[in-house]
């Protein structure tokens, strides 16, 4: 009964900027934590930035100093601002949510993906 709907990938030249959205909505009793994971062409699924309750942060190696997460906790929606993007950060982008639902259960909800492309 949850959804997540994000937006904001594209293609970008490198050195660029991007900010994708992510809004989830739903029966959602508590969500404890938003975060995005990206996924290339033949690797594995990482993660890039969490963001829990009080604000608190983590990020990939890869992205610290260049990627900012942050929430809005009354809309249900985590936003990733992209600087300084390199041709590395190519990936399809998905917005996860691990939320406490109706009937007690918590779940991990996915978005749809967004592809992020960063090439000249």
């Known amino acids: 009964q949850v959804q997540l709907v994000e937006s904001g990938g594209g293609l970008v030249q490198p050195g660029g900027s991007l900010r994708l959205s992510c809004a989830s909505s739903?029966?959602?009793?508590?969500?404890?934590?938003m975060g995005w994971y990206r996924q290339a062409p033949g690797k594995q699924r990482e993660l890039v930035a969490v963001?829990?309750?009080?604000?608190?942060?983590n990020y990939a190696d890869s992205v610290k100093g260049r990627f900012a997460i942050s929430r809005d906790n009354d809309k249900n929606t985590v936003h990733l601002q992209m600087n300084s993007l390199k041709p590395e950060d190519t990936a399809v982008y998905y917005c996860?949510?691990?939320?406490?639902?109706?009937?007690?259960?918590?779940?991990?909800?996915w978005g749809q993906g967004t592809q992020v492309t960063v090439s000249s």
């Open positions: 963001i829990l309750n009080g604000g608190s942060t």
């Open positions: 996860n949510t691990r939320a406490l639902v109706s009937g007690l259960k918590i779940y991990d909800y």
């Open positions: 739903g029966s959602i009793f508590t969500i404890y934590t």
